[in-house]
């Protein structure tokens, strides 16, 4: 399925450490209909230490159509106490 190939794109943006890739995460994880690729920005976007997001990430809580492990996860990243 295409949201496949876009959690997969997103999952190599992280691991090439592609930072340049911030604004069209947080686009992500604002606009997806997806929840896997919206879940998967979330997470991209905690590794990428993304505090700007921060705020976002804790309104996805209140999302039931993402799993919470996946945003409690993405906010461990983010290494802030």
Do not use: C
Not at 11 to 18: A, H, K
Not at 23 to 30: A, D, G, H, S, V
Not at 44 to 63: H, I, R, Y
Not at 76 to 81: E, G, S, T, Y
């Amino acid at each position: 399925p295409e949201w496949h190939i876009r959690s997969a794109t997103i999952v190599e943006i992280i691991s090439l450490g592609y930072r340049e890739s911030i604004p069209e995460l947080r686009n992500i994880l604002k606009e997806e209909k997806n929840p896997s690729v919206k879940a998967t920005a979330a997470i991209a976007l905690g590794e990428f230490q993304d505090k700007d997001s921060t705020l976002e990430l804790v309104k996805l809580l209140n999302d039931k159509s993402i799993p919470t492990d996946a945003i409690i996860d993405a906010l461990k990243r983010m290494q802030d106490p």
